[in-house]
């Protein structure tokens, strides 16, 4: 299989065995996740945020120099020539003649697929509006492969809270839809997953539970993905403000899960989970955020064409 100068815009471009394949190299390349390597020697990335990040841009930052590669970049537009007037496509331009991938997170949805048409070298989507963010959904499946006891097909993933606005989610459902998992999606009615997914998903004969009530999917689940509610994408804070709050995990909310439950948050929380559940035997979203480094080192060295 060859990535090599392949762009990652969304997980509906993957099939099943190029996502285990990218899966793969990163089980072989996590023990490098910490130790470090060679791997992109020489190798300039660019990291150009649009948006506020934490985990998503400083994981490629060490996945980068974790294979001794380094980066340029930008984490907000104000401190871009945006502020000047300069187009997404300028920039694109510019930056493809300095670096070679560019990882890109902007508030446009499109906007990563429009940079790939311009741009010579590979792009990544870090993130576009409400749109995708396929590395997340690496890293989550990269988690379920290595957290639960059963192969992705056979779990019962309950993804609940801003489905409508959730780039995580909308990314996750596309690849799941690929496994054949059993999927439930918890929201607010107003925040449902957008009906071309579930219409999408419908085609391919998937098993789809909809509903508000989180405890209808929790007993059944293995997997608890849980995500915050996207206020930046509110376009009235007061619709936010009716749905803000909606489902938090307690540990009493907890009772009655199956024991080998985990629960995953892309992260950023607000107070979706308690911290008390952190030291819970099902908490695992922290380990999530490690496994960013192992999956964006193996999609950075087979863009880059490197052999592992
Ligand atoms: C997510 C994002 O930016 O879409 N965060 C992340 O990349 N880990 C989720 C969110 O912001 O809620």
């Given at each position: 299989m060859n990535?090599?100068?392949?762009?990652?815009?969304?997980?509906?471009?993957?099939?099943?065995?190029?996502?285990?394949?990218?899966?793969?190299?990163?089980?072989?390349?996590?023990?490098?996740?910490?130790?470090?390597s060679?791997?992109?020697?020489?190798?300039?990335v660019?990291?150009?945020?649009?948006e506020?990040?934490?985990?998503?841009?400083?994981?490629?930052?060490?996945?980068?120099?974790?294979?001794?590669?380094?980066?340029?970049?930008?984490?907000?537009?104000?401190?871009?020539?945006?502020?000047?007037?300069?187009?997404?496509?300028?920039?694109?331009?510019?930056?493809?003649?300095?670096a070679?991938?560019?990882?890109?997170?902007?508030?446009?949805?499109?906007?990563?697929?429009?940079?790939s048409?311009?741009?010579?070298?590979p792009?990544?989507?870090?993130?576009?509006?409400?749109?995708?963010?396929p590395?997340?959904t690496?890293?989550?499946?990269?988690?379920?492969?290595?957290?639960c006891?059963?192969?992705?097909?056979?779990?019962?993933?309950?993804?609940?809270?801003?489905?409508?606005?959730g780039?995580?989610?909308?990314?996750?459902?596309?690849?799941?839809?690929?496994?054949?998992?059993?999927?439930?999606f918890?929201?607010?009615?107003?925040?449902?997953?957008?009906?071309?997914?579930?219409?999408?998903?419908?085609?391919?004969?998937?098993?789809?539970?909809?509903?508000?009530?989180?405890?209808?999917?929790?007993?059944?689940?293995?997997?608890?993905?849980?995500?915050?509610?996207?206020?930046?994408?509110?376009?009235?804070?007061?619709?936010?403000?009716k749905?803000?709050?909606?489902?938090?995990?307690?540990?009493?909310?907890?009772?009655?899960?199956k024991?080998?439950l985990?629960?995953?948050?892309?992260?950023?929380?607000?107070?979706e989970?308690?911290?008390e559940?952190?030291?819970?035997?099902?908490?695992?979203y922290?380990?999530?955020?490690?496994?960013?480094?192992?999956?964006r080192?193996?999609?950075?060295?087979?863009?880059?064409?490197?052999?592992?």
């Amino acid at each position: 299989m060859n990535f090599t100068r392949k762009h990652i815009i969304s997980t509906k471009d993957f099939s099943r065995d190029e996502l285990d394949f990218i899966l793969n190299r990163a089980e072989r390349l996590e023990p490098n996740a910490r130790s470090g390597s060679r791997l992109l020697d020489g190798r300039i990335v660019a990291t150009l945020f649009y948006e506020p990040s934490t985990r998503t841009r400083l994981s490629f930052d060490t996945a980068v120099k974790r294979m001794g590669g380094t980066t340029v970049g930008f984490d907000s537009a104000s401190s871009s020539s945006t502020v000047k007037g300069e187009t997404l496509a300028d920039t694109i331009r510019i930056i493809e003649s300095y670096a070679d991938a560019i990882v890109l997170r902007h508030s446009k949805e499109g906007a990563a697929r429009m940079a790939s048409e311009i741009s010579r070298v590979p792009v990544i989507n870090a993130g576009d509006g409400a749109g995708h963010h396929p590395t997340q959904t690496l890293l989550d499946l990269y988690t379920m492969r290595k957290e639960c006891k059963k192969p992705i097909s056979d779990l019962n993933v309950a993804i609940v809270g801003d489905l409508k606005y959730g780039r995580t989610v909308h990314s996750l459902a596309y690849a799941l839809s690929l496994y054949d998992a059993q999927l439930s999606f918890v929201s607010p009615e107003g925040l449902k997953m957008p009906a071309s997914i579930i219409n999408y998903m419908k085609r391919k004969g998937i098993d789809i539970v909809e509903t508000s009530v989180l405890a209808d999917a929790l007993s059944k689940a293995d997997v608890l993905y849980m995500t915050r509610i996207q206020k930046e994408r509110f376009p009235d804070p007061a619709e936010y403000q009716k749905v803000a709050g909606s489902y938090s995990i307690t540990m009493k909310g907890l009772e009655g899960v199956k024991d080998d439950l985990i629960i995953m948050h892309p992260l950023p929380r607000v107070d979706e989970i308690a911290p008390e559940v952190d030291a819970s035997k099902h908490a695992r979203y922290f380990q999530q955020s490690f496994y960013g480094v192992p999956v964006r080192m193996a999609v950075l060295s087979l863009l880059m064409g490197v052999e592992v």
